[in-house]
């Protein structure tokens, strides 16, 4: 791109590290030099620094029926499966590629013909949280890898839920996009697969006895909002300075805890943390390739731990 590029069309910026700008306190100044250069070099070509891998919970909502090109998969899956929304999985540079041009290509998940799901599956057991739909997700990845579910659910769940299935599916392995009914517009323009398959409570229990850790003590830091999670929730989660915790969210969270703009699969954490509290298995993912000790923890879990 010569020096005047400018991107054509809306464009936002996913979570660094963490925000130059508001860095955590023991961020080091030469990462704060290298990642406040990278987001310069975005937003002079016209992008949103709001740094968040949920824009459509941040007026990045794009309409039903909208073909865009976004590269973090949680995000993807979410826009496919929920907003109904076109869009492949596309790779940091050609993400940028498509502002700069202001097309895509029309292939992959742009095309209906791709989109058809290839397995039914019908959820018997009760879902009663959002970690019941992220331990779904690793499920439905790990047994029918990237085959796109048709998925049959006893109640429609709320947004929580769905950006947790949303996240895990396709960090475990599967496709990103699902077929909710119920849920996903344009649904009855697919084919309901004959191949047909139950989940039931065990299913998901062996998901929670893996990920299901007793630290026997409390965790050395509670990570929540991997994705970043809706401000409501935040605005609801109480502070405690007894024990460390840390949020992602996007540039603009002035949460007290906030890890602004940032994402902590990416970042440093401050040293001497060993066991991790997280709401979410996608975070549980990437926290133990770090070689953290991970305990996956319910909404109502990490409130009780912050109250007491
Ligand atoms: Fe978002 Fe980072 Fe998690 S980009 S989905 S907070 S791994």
């Known amino acids: 791109a010569s020096d005047n590029s400018k991107f054509r069309v809306p464009a936002t910026i996913n979570p660094a590290a963490f925000s130059p700008f508001s860095p955590p306190p023991w961020a080091r100044e030469e990462h704060i030099v ?58 940091g540079p050609s993400a940028v590629a498509a502002a700069l041009l202001g097309f895509t290509v029309y292939g992959g998940l742009h095309l209906d013909s791709n989109r058809q799901p290839g397995v039914t599956i019908e959820i018997h057991t009760e879902m009663k949280d959002h970690l019941q739909w ?36 396709p960090t475990y392995g599967g496709p990103v996009l699902f077929h909710m009914e119920g849920v996903t517009p344009r649904i009855h323009q697919v084919r309901i697969p004959t191949r047909r398959h139950v989940v039931n409570a065990q299913d998901l229990a062996a998901v929670f006895t893996e990920y299901k850790k007793d ?20 605005r609801v989660l109480p502070m405690s300075s007894r024990i460390k915790t840390l949020i992602g969210g996007p540039a603009a969270c002035t949460h007290q805890m906030c890890l602004s703009g940032g994402c902590a699969a990416v970042a440093r954490l401050p040293s001497g ?36």
């Open 273 to 308: 943390i060993r066991r991790i509290g997280v709401d979410s298995f996608k975070a549980a993912f990437y926290m133990r390739s770090k070689g953290y000790e991970v305990n996956v923890l319910s909404r109502d879990e990490i409130i009780s731990i912050l109250e007491e």
């Open 215 to 234: 630290f026997n003590k409390e965790p050395d830091l509670l990570y929540i909002g991997c994705p970043h999670t809706h401000p409501e929730y935040l």
């Open 134 to 169: 992220g331990a779904l997700g690793i499920w439905l990845g790990r047994t029918f890898g990237n085959t796109i579910p048709y998925i049959i659910a006893p109640d429609v769940p709320d947004t929580l839920s769905l950006q947790a299935l949303a996240s895990a599916l």
């Open 34 to 91: 290298l990642q406040k250069r990278a987001i310069d070099a975005l937003v002079s070509l016209g992008a949103d620094p709001v740094m968040t891998c949920a824009p459509y919970f941040y007026g990045y909502a794009p309409s039903e029926g909208a073909h865009v090109a976004w590269a973090e998969s949680s995000a993807v899956t979410y826009a496919n499966s929920v907003l109904g929304v076109y869009t492949s999985k596309e790779s």
